[in-house]
Each structure stands twice: as structure tokens, then as C-alpha cells.
Nanobody
Framework: QVQLVESGGGLVQPGGSLRLSCTAS????????MGWFRQAPGKQRELVTT???????NYTYSVKGRFTISRDNAKKMIHLQMNTLKPDDTAVYYC?????????????WGQGTQVTVSS
């Protein structure tokens, strides 16, 4: 059974930085498309960023230039470096893993980590 475990959330002031990490327990990590989603109170879960097994990245407009996703296939980890954080970035951040092409048979979520941006 594949598991994703997030870490690195916390409280930060506006303009500050945080780095989230997600560790996967699967032998096929290197081919997976990994992503970060977030869900703010009272809002739907939204896609933040994805990275393919080949390293291609995609970002939602609101985080472009501020957030950077990366992956370490040897350690089966992804990271999300978040800079210039804003109160609107406050949410629970979830790590996600899917197969290339997005088969519904493989869609794994982490338990989430809270990020709070507040002064």
C-alpha cells in the first residue's frame, strides 16, 4: 500500500518562507506525477503545482514565481519551497501521486500539513 507523508508546515509571517516535504513509500516513485494541492477553510481543494517523473513542472497562476516544486527520486521525496508567503496561502497542503496519464486506479493522497500565514 502506497503511503505519502508530508512534513514542514507551520506558522509563518507574511513575506516569510516555508519548505514542505513529502516522502513516498513506493518502488515506482520515479515514474509518478507528484503534486501539491491545498484546501483553505470553506473552499474547495485546489491544485498548486505538479512535477512529472521527467521533471516537468506546472504551477497555478497565484503561486508562480513564489513557489518551487522539486523531486529527489533517490530519496522518494518531493519538496515545495514557498517564498513570499501571503495570508491567502493559508491552507492545509496535501501531497498527491498519480500515474502518468492520470489513471483513476492510482490516486494517492497524504494526510495534509497545515500552513498558516499570519502576523
Amino acid at each position: 500500500q502506497v503511503q505519502l507523508v508530508e512534513s514542514g508546515g507551520g506558522l509563518v509571517q507574511p513575506g516569510g518562507s516555508l519548505r514542505l516535504s513529502c516522502t513516498a513509500s513506493t518502488a515506482i516513485f520515479s515514474i509518478l506525477t507528484m503534486g501539491w494541492f491545498r484546501q483553505a477553510p470553506g473552499k474547495q481543494r485546489e491544485l498548486v503545482t505538479t512535477i512529472t517523473g521527467g521533471g516537468d513542472t506546472n504551477y497555478t497562476y497565484s503561486v508562480k514565481g513564489r513557489f518551487t516544486i522539486s523531486r529527489d527520486n533517490a530519496k522518494k521525496m518531493i519538496h515545495l519551497q514557498m517564498n513570499t508567503l501571503k495570508p491567502d496561502d493559508t491552507a492545509v497542503y496535501y501531497c498527491n501521486a498519480v500515474l502518468p496519464g492520470g489513471s483513476p486506479m492510482f490516486n494517492v493522497w497524504g494526510q495534509g500539513t497545515q500552513v498558516t500565514v499570519s502576523s
